[in-house]
């Protein structure tokens, strides 16, 4: 019950967040975007593979995949966790509440990040179902989900693509909205009582 409530809370702050820096850039987004502007070519360059690698794509491919596994194996866990990485990444859809404007000319809206979402989902459905099915590499999946969360958000700015507030929304929602629906789904607390925990 309490990462649900903790679920509801980061959820609210990533709206109010998005209602907040919809229409006028705060200040960190300025500084930020220009410190971004000032690494060079190379730091671009990485961001761009970065930014090709961990992407809308790495989402479609484990949703896929999820599905899949679920309906060959007839086993609820992939199923369950199909269900918790859709609701994850269709926070996405918020952004078409808030209209915000990118830092170039793109025809999307910015908040929340569109890679940062895909990417968060898939780190969040990742480390629930490692909770379940290999316990013991938890840690080591937490983070790794993180790393790829950061890196994935700080190309999206060194590309110009968003404001570190995009970055920042995507997370908040896509945590947020996967602790109540891992909650409603009974994956909360990951691998308590499970025949697939591994010791």
Do not use: N
């Not at 970065?50 to 999820?66: K, M």
């Not at 899949?68 to 609820?76: E, S, T, V, Y």
């Not at 080591?140 to 190309?155: E, F, K, P």
């Not at 570190?164 to 789904?185: C, E, N, R, S, Y």
């Amino acid at each position: 019950m309490i990462g649900a409530l903790v679920g509801v809370v980061l959820a609210l702050a990533s709206v109010v967040l998005g209602v907040t820096v919809h229409r006028e850039v705060p200040a960190v987004d300025r500084e930020l975007h220009q410190a971004a502007l000032d690494l060079g070519p190379t730091f671009v360059d990485t961001a761009t593979v970065v930014s090709l690698v961990l992407s809308p794509g790495l989402a479609t491919i484990a949703l896929l995949s999820l599905v899949l596994r679920a309906f060959l194996a007839r086993d609820p866990l992939p199923a369950k966790g199909a269900v918790l990485l859709a609701a994850c990444w269709a926070t996405l859809f918020a952004r078409h509440g808030y209209q915000r404007v990118r830092p170039v000319d793109f025809p999307k809206w910015a908040y929340p990040s569109g890679h940062v979402t895909a990417v968060t989902a898939v780190a969040f459905t990742g480390v629930v179902l490692c909770g379940w099915l290999a316990r013991r590499y938890l840690k080591a999946a937490v983070a790794l989900a993180c790393t790829a969360v950061l890196i994935t958000a700080a190309s999206r700015v060194v590309l110009e693509m968003h404001w570190f507030t995009d970055t920042v929304g995507a997370i908040l929602g896509v945590v947020g909205v996967g602790l109540v629906v891992a909650h409603a789904l009974r994956l909360l607390p990951v691998g308590v009582g499970s025949r697939r925990e591994q010791s």
